[in-house]
């Protein structure tokens, strides 16, 4: 037991971001390999008993958009070809006597089958957030109270956005890039409603300490590094793989090799007024 114990500890089974539309016990997840079967909210149950009683490891696992697709797909190929034609062997115990040694089989995007897979369910999963985020986007029967004054209001969910930033400097970006909007401001008014700050997160004693410090801190913002908005903005849904920390410093990387190019034609450029 304290050997399974150890092969699971450095693992993480983060989900993926983004809201399910199906509840989490009308469907199963069943195990490649046996008839297991665990309901969707024990994905994490799932991978350990894989690793476990199969030996099988997932590669980013918090990565994969579908998971139950994924899960179906490599059932079906599993039981049609030999897992080893699919997944690198990893041995355990290698120094020690061939019958304590372990064979464990793992399973990631190297193998272009399983990128493709994962890459395929990564873009059926954006065209189902950019159409919710169009029919949110589009939506005229939003209502809702503002988080800070209790103003109410009706319509589209920007007319809310545009009063929270400019009455209240509380600015979460551009509404257009928000999805599952409802969502978003149930969690930030749950928190509110804690007493906890938006930004630094601290736990304060009562409302109005809470309005106070944000308010003098100018904490009036969301933590942009806590991960648990991450599936409200839909930059993160756009590349596999990436969110938008790592988009936001490619995007400076180029800025900056274009910078530097700029500047060595600049340099060269006045050498050559100088010396005509």
Known sequence: ADIKDCILEPLSFPESPGPTTVPSDAVHLPCMFCEQLYKVAEKDGLIKHMIIEHKLVIADVKLIANFRSYVLYWKKRFSEQPITEFCSVIKTNSEAPEEQQENYFFLCDVLPED??????????????????????????????????????????????????????????????????????????????????????????????????????????????????????????????????????????????????????ILFYFIFYLKII
């Open 115 to 264: 990128r493709v897979l994962r890459e395929e369910l990564q873009q059926e999963r954006l065209r189902i957030i950019l159409e919710q985020q169009q029919c949110e986007r589009s939506d005229t029967s939003f209502q809702r109270l503002c988080m800070f004054c209790d103003e109410e209001f009706k319509g589209n969910r920007s007319i809310l956005f545009k009063h929270m930033k400019e009455e209240h400097s509380f600015n979460v970006g551009l509404p257009d890039n928000l999805v599952y909007c409802n969502e978003f401001l149930d969690v930030l008014q749950r928190k509110l409603d804690n007493l906890q700050c938006l930004y630094c997160e601290k736990i304060f004693r009562n409302k109005s300490t809470l309005k106070d410090h944000m308010r003098k801190k100018q904490h009036r913002k969301i933590k942009a590094q806590n991960q648990e908005y991450d599936r409200f903005y839909i930059i993160n849904y756009l590349e596999l793989g990436k969110n938008w920390e790592t988009v936001q410093s490619e995007d400076d990387r180029e800025f900056r090799d274009n910078n530097e190019e700029y500047g060595e």
